[in-house]
């Protein structure tokens, strides 16, 4: 499957965003699907993710309350809206799948290695 982030920008503080992950190639709707996101000068981490069926959802402590991640598998593709960004928020944000044809277990995505596929990524930067 083939992964493609759009949404992304420039915006001034408390500004919201949506992005969007389109999935080409292969139903979206058998893959566990997460949000990435990586600040300049660190390491990738995880900030969302969404289940196959879209019942269960996880978020990074530091995006709960203000993230929202939903999934329209009818448009092969996964949101995520994010309210009141920050400046610490800026990165790029990637996409990532997880082929779970079988099961829908949310607690993979916390793994890297369980990971199937990967977006280009679409950078996001919140001004002070």
């Known amino acids: 499957v083939q992964l493609v982030e759009s949404g992304g920008g420039l915006v001034q503080a408390g500004a919201p965003l949506r992005l969007s992950c389109a999935a080409a190639?292969?139903?979206?709707?058998?893959?566990?699907v997460g949000w990435f996101r990586q600040a300049p000068g660190k390491g990738r981490e995880g900030v969302a993710a969404?289940?196959?069926?879209?019942?269960?959802?996880t978020y990074a402590d530091s995006v709960k309350g203000s993230f929202t991640v939903w999934r329209d598998d009818a448009k092969n593709t996964v949101f995520v809206q994010m309210n009141s960004l920050r400046p610490a928020d800026t990165g790029v944000y990637f996409c990532?799948?997880?082929?779970?044809?079988?099961?829908?277990?949310?607690?993979?995505?916390?793994?890297?290695?369980?990971?199937?596929?990967w977006g280009q990524g679409t950078q996001v930067t919140v001004s002070s």
């Open positions: 990532a799948a997880d082929y779970q044809p079988f099961s829908d277990d949310i607690r993979r995505m916390t793994r890297e290695s369980s990971i199937d596929y």
């Open positions: 969404i289940s196959r069926s879209g019942g269960s959802t």
């Open positions: 190639g292969s139903p979206l709707s058998e893959y566990v």
